[in-house]
């Protein structure tokens, strides 16, 4: 079930014993264990402890059935189950931390009563074993963000065990601080004096600490995970623990796929609420606690340190900056660096295709979609002669033919085919048509040279792009069958026209790279272009050794960003994006292309000039080699330094008002 739940079980537990529903606990095991001797003492406490445990543990029991049973028989998603309880949970949570910081006539639960009599009149150990029993209800009532979450991943599992050892592991937790405090006080080490003369200040920790988790957690029930995500603290904090490389690892240790993937969202909230309001609800409540702590101490007390309205300001605006602006930002950014391809096994694909793509070895494909290949006349085929070309959609297991029915048109088309000779001097672009036959598309084609060629094709079914990867063609005929040659050139001419490729030097893996192209005449005039397949252009670009493969268009991604805040920088995903809607005469085609490997690509620029007598469907090709290097260890990603950037100016914004307080009240 993951071993990641187990270490946040444990470390939520721990947390628990600042809490005022948790820490009157101590008050209870020191009691029972001093004066008895240390082995007596250290066993009435291990007693204790472990009274709290069989309790705790029994609460995940219970979530576990009921995850299996209730939920199961009210028919509802368990997925709309945890966003609801997640809602009320980080609601009581805030509401709390707003009581312990002051700001609200609300305290957290405690325990301040007796144990039943029954409990008194036990011998030690016994006496100990039930109180623990019965003390282990405390805290769980107690509002701590993390007691949901727990119960919530129980319930999803329906297993009995696994709640019973979760919640297991979260007592432990609870129990060690407790058991630690005993073990002191039987050493003759007061440790409940020194929490009594800090216990205002725990308090106030606690509570603030409440304030920015509980006020998370409400928000991530408000605006479900899909919110997390495409705000960019999932992402974020999986890099900071490294998440994706460790679990890759042993992901490819043991020959297992890829634990998740991260596309972008599409969804709503609870209430059908826009996902783009949930970074703005987490700084408002993360913000507003704050100046309303200090308007209120100010008016008790009537005068306020001249430091804190300063601070409060530099640190709701780098709440606003990171949470409204540069943790969506580095999400879209990072986004846009993936190549979202995974294969039909679940191990990630090294080939690159648009955003939503799943990439195939078509006859590796046991479960879903699939595209067979056939070649008529058979093999071999020969130059000059017209070939036929059936591809096969079909569902696996099985072979179900896919019926043009349940296909969605892309860039106008069924289905797309990209061709490339090894050597990369022949290139084709055809769109199979249906045969009449349920599942079968058909294309003609001339290979015009000899060679081995390369098949991709691609359909769309359900939203999402499929690319499949066939088994190679060789072309037997008179001529050369390979004649590489690069040459690195900005300039190239197809037909009657000249396209300009533009572009920073280096190329590097592993980064947006902005490529632009200017058509213009053979005079140098700008040239505007018409609709080739829904895009200004289409471009396919394809490494050398034929491993690589992206076909991009220059399509508006500013959607990606919509409703995240404004967005200074533009951004868009690997496929390519565009900053104009449409070509015209002195304006360029620009795409940002993000390659997966060091080494030599060729870049494929297919465009209709306007009022070229060309047939419906077909295109100018111009072509381009472009060297790619390995990115720069060192380089510093554009949120990064806004982010350091932002920070300074916050700093000097400080100093300003400090100083500007401080001659205002001189």
Same mark, same amino acid.
């Given at each position: 079930?993951?071993?990641? $739940?187990? &270490?946040?079980?444990?470390?939520?537990?721990?947390?628990?014993?600042?809490?005022?529903?948790t820490?009157?606990?101590?008050?209870?095991?020191?009691?029972?264990?001093?004066?008895?001797?240390?082995?007596?003492?250290?066993?009435i406490?291990?007693?204790?402890?472990?009274g709290?445990?069989?309790?705790l543990?029994?609460?995940g029991?219970? =979530?576990a059935?009921?995850?299996?049973?209730?939920?199961?028989?009210?028919?509802?998603p #368990?997925?709309?189950?945890?966003?609801?309880?997640?809602?009320?949970?980080?609601?009581?949570?805030?509401?709390?931390a707003?009581?312990?910081?002051g700001?609200?006539?609300?305290?957290m639960?405690t325990?301040?009563?007796?144990?039943?009599?029954?409990?008194?009149?036990?011998?030690?150990?016994l006496?100990?074993?039930?109180?623990g029993?019965?003390?282990?209800?405390?805290g769980v009532?107690?509002p701590?963000?993390?007691?949901?979450? &727990?119960?919530?991943?129980?319930?999803?599992?329906?297993?009995?065990?696994?709640?019973?050892?979760?919640?297991?592991?979260?007592?432990?937790?609870?129990?060690?601080?407790? &058991?630690?405090?005993?073990?002191?006080?039987?050493?003759?080490?007061?440790?409940?004096?020194?929490?009594?003369?800090r216990?205002?200040?725990?308090?106030?920790?606690?509570?603030?600490?409440?304030?920015?988790?509980?006020?998370?957690?409400l928000?991530?029930?408000?605006?479900?995970?899909?919110?997390?995500?495409?705000?960019?603290q999932?992402?974020?904090?999986?890099a900071i623990?490294?998440?994706?490389?460790?679990?890759?690892i042993?992901?490819?240790?043991?020959?297992?796929?890829v634990?998740?993937t991260?596309?972008?969202?599409?969804?709503?909230?609870?209430?059908e609420?826009?996902?783009?309001?949930?970074?703005?609800t987490?700084?408002?409540?993360w913000?507003?606690?704050?100046?309303?702590?200090?308007?209120k101490?100010?008016?008790?007390?009537?005068?306020?340190?001249?430091?804190?309205?300063?601070?409060?300001?530099c640190?709701?605006?780098?709440?606003?900056?990171?949470?409204?602006?540069?943790?969506?930002?580095?999400?879209?950014?990072?986004?846009?660096?993936?190549?979202?391809?995974?294969?039909?096994?679940?191990m990630?694909?090294?080939?690159?295709?648009?955003?939503?793509?799943?990439?195939?070895?078509?006859?590796?494909?046991?479960d879903?979609p699939?595209?067979?290949?056939?070649?008529?006349?058979?093999?071999?085929?020969?130059?000059?002669?017209?070939?036929?070309?059936?591809?096969?959609?079909?569902?696996?297991?099985?072979?179900?033919?896919?019926?043009?029915?349940?296909?969605?048109?892309d860039h106008?088309?069924?289905?797309?085919?990209?061709?490339v000779?090894?050597?990369?001097?022949?290139?084709?672009?055809?769109?199979?048509e249906?045969?009449?036959?349920?599942?079968?598309?058909?294309?003609?084609?001339?290979?015009?040279?000899p060679?081995?060629?390369?098949? $991709?094709s691609e359909?769309?079914?359900?939203?999402?792009?499929h690319?499949?990867?066939?088994?190679?063609?060789?072309?037997e005929?008179?001529?050369?069958r390979?004649?590489?040659?690069?040459?690195?050139?900005?300039?190239?001419?197809?037909?009657?026209y000249?396209?300009?490729?533009?572009?920073?030097?280096?190329?590097?893996?592993?980064?947006?790279?902005?490529?632009?192209?200017?058509?213009?005449?053979l005079f140098g005039?700008?040239?505007?272009?018409?609709?080739?397949?829904?895009?200004?252009?289409?471009?396919?670009?394809?490494k050398?050794?034929?491993?690589?493969?992206?076909h991009?268009?220059?399509?508006d991604?500013?959607?990606?960003?919509?409703?995240?805040?404004?967005?200074?920088i533009?951004?868009?995903?690997?496929?390519?994006?565009?900053n104009?809607?449409?070509?015209?005469e002195?304006?360029?085609?620009?795409?940002?292309?993000?390659?997966?490997?060091?080494?030599?690509?060729?870049?494929?620029?297919?465009f209709?000039?306007?009022?070229a007598?060309?047939?419906a469907?077909? =295109? #100018?090709?111009a072509?381009f080699?472009?060297?790619?290097?390995?990115e720069?260890?060192?380089?510093?990603?554009?949120? $990064?330094?806004?982010?350091?950037?932002?920070?300074?100016?916050?700093?000097?914004?400080?100093?300003?008002?400090?100083?500007?307080?401080?001659?205002?009240?001189?």
């Amino acid at each position: 079930m993951g071993w990641g $739940w187990y &270490l946040f079980s444990f470390a939520s537990g721990l947390t628990m014993i600042v809490l005022p529903c948790t820490l009157p606990l101590a008050f209870v095991i020191v009691p029972l264990s001093m004066g008895k001797g240390a082995l007596k003492g250290l066993g009435i406490a291990a007693a204790f402890g472990l009274g709290v445990a069989l309790t705790l543990s029994a609460y995940g029991v219970l =979530a576990a059935i009921a995850g299996e049973v209730a939920i199961g028989a009210l028919g509802t998603p #368990l997925e709309t189950v945890k966003n609801w309880l997640y809602l009320f949970a980080g609601a009581a949570a805030y509401l709390f931390a707003l009581g312990e910081i002051g700001l609200l006539r609300v305290r957290m639960p405690t325990y301040t009563g007796a144990a039943p009599a029954f409990i008194q009149r036990r011998q030690d150990y016994l006496k100990a074993l039930f109180l623990g029993l019965f003390l282990g209800n405390i805290g769980v009532g107690c509002p701590h963000p993390a007691t949901p979450v &727990l119960l919530t991943r129980i319930a999803a599992s329906g297993d009995v065990f696994y709640g019973w050892m979760l919640f297991a592991v979260h007592a432990l937790g609870r129990v060690l601080p407790l &058991l630690l405090i005993a073990i002191l006080g039987i050493m003759g080490v007061n440790a409940l004096r020194w929490i009594v003369a800090r216990k205002d200040a725990v308090e106030r920790a606690t509570g603030w600490g409440m304030v920015f988790v509980g006020g998370f957690i409400l928000v991530l029930g408000l605006f479900t995970h899909d919110w997390w995500v495409v705000s960019g603290q999932h992402t974020f904090l999986e890099a900071i623990t490294r998440e994706e490389t460790i679990l890759g690892i042993v992901a490819q240790t043991i020959g297992a796929g890829v634990t998740h993937t991260h596309a972008v969202p599409s969804g709503t909230g609870l209430f059908e609420l826009p996902l783009r309001l949930g970074n703005w609800t987490l700084a408002a409540l993360w913000i507003m606690p704050l100046f309303w702590f200090h308007f209120k101490k100010k008016k008790e007390q009537g005068s306020a340190p001249a430091y804190r309205l300063p601070f409060f300001m530099c640190l709701s605006l780098l709440i606003a900056l990171v949470t409204i602006y540069v943790l969506p930002d580095r999400f879209f950014h990072e986004a846009s660096r993936m190549p979202n391809a995974v294969h039909e096994d679940g191990m990630a694909s090294r080939h690159p295709v648009m955003r939503g793509a799943v990439y195939h070895e078509a006859l590796a494909v046991h479960d879903g979609p699939t595209i067979f290949l056939s070649v008529h006349p058979p093999r071999p085929v020969t130059t000059g002669t017209t070939t036929r070309l059936e591809f096969f959609a079909n569902e696996q297991p099985g072979g179900i033919p896919i019926s043009v029915e349940r296909l969605q048109r892309d860039h106008t088309k069924l289905m797309h085919v990209i061709g490339v000779r090894e050597d990369l001097t022949e290139f084709f672009h055809l769109h199979p048509e249906p045969a009449g036959a349920p599942g079968l598309f058909i294309a003609d084609h001339v290979f015009r040279k000899p060679g081995r060629y390369e098949l $991709w094709s691609e359909i769309k079914k359900d939203d999402t792009n499929h690319l499949f990867d066939h088994d190679e063609i060789i072309v037997e005929g008179a001529g050369v069958r390979y004649a590489k040659d690069v040459f690195f050139g900005r300039s190239a001419i197809a037909g009657d026209y000249q396209v300009l490729l533009d572009y920073d030097e280096p190329l590097v893996t592993g980064a947006e790279s902005d490529i632009a192209f200017d058509v213009r005449d053979l005079f140098g005039r700008g040239v505007a272009v018409a609709p080739y397949l829904a895009a200004d252009m289409h471009l396919s670009v394809i490494k050398d050794d034929l491993t690589a493969m992206i076909h991009a268009h220059p399509e508006d991604m500013q959607m990606m960003h919509e409703g995240m805040g404004p967005m200074v920088i533009p951004a868009a995903l690997a496929h390519g994006g565009s900053n104009v809607e449409t070509k015209g005469e002195d304006e360029k085609i620009a795409f940002h292309i993000v390659f997966p490997e060091a080494g030599i690509y060729k870049l494929f620029a297919q465009f209709r000039p306007a009022g070229a007598a060309l047939p419906a469907d077909e =295109a #100018l090709t111009a072509s381009f080699w472009v060297r790619v290097e390995e990115e720069q260890p060192f380089a510093l990603s554009p949120w $990064w330094m806004y982010l350091v950037i932002s920070v300074l100016v916050m700093t000097v914004l400080s100093v300003v008002v400090h100083q500007y307080l401080r001659f205002h009240h001189a």
